[in-house]
């Protein structure tokens, strides 16, 4: 795993978190807090990095399109997000912050050409309170 010892590799680690490889930013984030990072840095860092990271999700669905639906469909769980999405935008963007099927619903948003302006509106805030949550929960009482 990457050390996120310094704020590169916090913000590394955040944008590869966002993208479909399994890798945690919350342990990164967390690691560099307990490391003695500034902690509003930490949370500027890691947020800017989760959030380009899901604009670039949503620019690879939105170039590959038609053969990246298609390859969706072929899976169970493809199918699943592409319904979600195709079927309740709003919803389905109020859930991108989540572990496993967020990054997926972002590149699916992408691939159904979401409006960029409501992609945007809905998935950064949440990215960036999710950290915020992180750095509040590590606050002394």
């Known amino acids: 795993m990457l050390e996120a010892t310094s704020y590169g590799g916090l913000f590394l680690a955040a944008f590869l978190a966002a993208t479909i490889l399994p890798f945690s930013s919350e342990v ?11 902690p509003y ?3 500027l860092v890691a947020s800017l990095g989760n959030c380009l990271a899901c604009t670039a999700n949503y ?6 399109g038609k053969p990246f639906l298609v390859g969706m469909l072929r899976k169970r769980r493809g199918r699943r997000i592409y ?14 912050w ?10 699916a948003a992408g691939g ?11 998935v950064w805030p949440l990215r960036i309170l999710r950290y915020l949550a992180l750095l509040l929960a590590f606050q002394p009482g």
């Open 28 to 38: 990164a984030f967390s690691g560099a807090l307990m490391a003695g990072l500034d």
């Open 41 to 43: 840095l930490c949370l």
């Open 59 to 64: 620019l690879g669905g939105y170039i590959l």
């Open 83 to 96: 319904r979600m999405v195709h079927r309740r935008e709003l919803l389905a963007l109020l859930l991108s």
């Open 98 to 107: 989540l572990p496993i099927i967020g990054d997926p619903i972002t590149l």
């Open 112 to 122: 159904l050409r979401t409006g960029v302006l409501l992609f945007h509106s809905v």
